[in-house]
């Protein structure tokens, strides 16, 4: 069986490399407390002049605003932070950080972010189908022992940081919203908004970063957005009821969809029911209730199934649209895109927080050398860089997400559910072979060649379990389509992620962009 697999994986490597070569060549051708000295409350005036007090306007104060306040305030930069509500936020995404985006937050200095907000650890995951399931956990072994996956209410995270960057003298956060870029000559000078009075300001400064997530009104002017909803979250809270494996998230592969398990408190479940398509039954008359309980209900560990119809009874059905969006970054003197804004990827792995904190690390240390901001041509020029340096762990975050929610999902090509059934079993296997995948999606080794490698292995995994004991002429031609469709899946999203920038992006000019001098 080993040598079997070993030929399996050299054949996939042959598989890989010509069809790696192909599509590279058809690429070329083609209302929180805050301390009152920190929140800006201007009255009276229609301008705020803050190109003379501030270095960075940052619109929105999410995950990726509010960490990227409190790191740029942290290095010394006066920056304005406006944001449309500062209330906790109460969201149903957004509530899993993985252990790569938590070492991203020890490197920001806000791990303590996750602290006194009734956080969860987080451990792996566990896979559930027909009746079997198995069990993946981190390779944490080489991190200190704080070092894990957290979950967590997305709210109570949000605050807790835009608290902490509100305790920086040269932060300041504002109610508002920002209704427009200024623009002159081709570069942003700042923001137009209106404070929560609904007074019409100004506020300019050298750099705007716009992070206003992913609904985001103002990323036309900075980015080529298309977005795509490939399907709809369904959330509920489950109240006293414990995990099959504690510390884990769940994952069901469901029919049609997966279905997630995972705490986001001491003592609440998170559960998300993936609905393909833009529309859901009606939460109003009931239809969803129904689909609830006669759907999705039978297909859930017997261990939640109690908690689980209690609180579709209980009503608190929330529902969201799932968006993906490749960055296509417009670079514009004055401006630039992140968190959400920028960049989307389908939430089933939940890697969203570590793009944007990884993205939040790269920009910090990119503008450390820079003193003077007012350059405006210059700074974009350089900033070109960040969109490359970033691509290799965005991109295999993205990649990874948008095909596994691919296989996992129900499809009706034999072919493909050959191919889902591959995925379970592969990681089933235990070692390396659960092991790599895990990092790739912890956040821990964001390699896309790795990626890659392991996406075929499981391919041609499936390809030998059909030819075995014994090939026929059905089976061989269900193990072509299976090689097929698998490259249908993970090729268009890399060739839409940038094949040179993610693979080779040492091979792009910006890449090398130096500092502009003072």
Known sequence: MA????????????????????????????????????????????????????????????????????????????????????????????????????????????????????????????????????????????????????????????????????????????????????????????VQYKNKGGEEFTAYAPLTIVCDGGFSNLRRALCDPKVDVPSCFVG????????????????????PSPILFYPISSTEIRCLVDVPGQKVPSVSNGEMAHYLKTMVAPQIPPELYTAFITAVNKGNIRTMTNRSMPAAPLPTPGALLMGDAFNMRHPLTGGGMTVALSDIVLLRDLLRPLHNLHDASALSRYLESFYTLR??????????????????????????????????????????????PISLLSGLNPHPISLVLHFFSVAIYGVGRLLLPFPSPARIWTGVRLVSGASGIIFPIIRAEGIRQMFFPATVPAYYRAPPVD
Request: glycine share 10%; charged share 25%.
């Open 3 to 190: 040598y079997e697999y070993i030929v399996a994986v050299i054949v996939c490597l042959l598989g890989f490399a010509f069809l790696y070569k192909r599509i590279t060549n058809k690429a070329k051708a083609s209302s929180s407390v805050f301390g009152e000295e920190n929140c800006v409350e201007v009255t009276g005036n229609e301008e705020v002049d803050a190109g003379s007090t501030t270095d960075i306007i940052i619109v929105g104060a999410g995950v990726a605003g509010a960490a990227l306040a409190y790191t740029l305030g942290k290095d010394g930069r006066r920056v304005l932070v406006i944001e449309r509500d500062l209330n906790e936020p109460d969201r149903i995404v957004g509530e899993l950080l993985q252990p790569g985006g938590y070492l991203k937050l020890i490197e920001l200095g806000l791990e303590d972010c996750v602290e006194q907000i009734d956080a969860q650890r987080v451990f792996g995951y566990a896979l559930f189908k027909d009746g079997k399931n198995t069990k993946l956990s981190y390779p944490l072994e080489n991190f200190r022992s704080d070092v894990a996956g957290r979950s967590f209410h997305n709210g109570r995270f949000i605050q807790r940081m835009r608290n902490k960057a509100a305790t920086l003298p040269n932060v300041s956060l504002e109610q508002g919203s920002v209704t427009s870029l200024l623009e002159e000559k081709g570069t942003i000078k700042g």
């Open 391 to 436: 691509k290799p762990v965005a991109s295999t975050i993205n990649t990874l997400a948008g095909a596994l929610y691919k296989v996992f999902s129900v499809s009706p090509d034999a072919a493909m559910e050959e191919m889902r059934e591959a995925c379970f079993d592969y990681l089933s296997l235990g070692g390396s072979f659960s092991t790599g």
């Open 236 to 255: 509920l809270i489950l109240e006293n009821c414990e995990l099959p494996h504690a510390n884990h998230g769940h994952v069901i592969l469901a029919d």
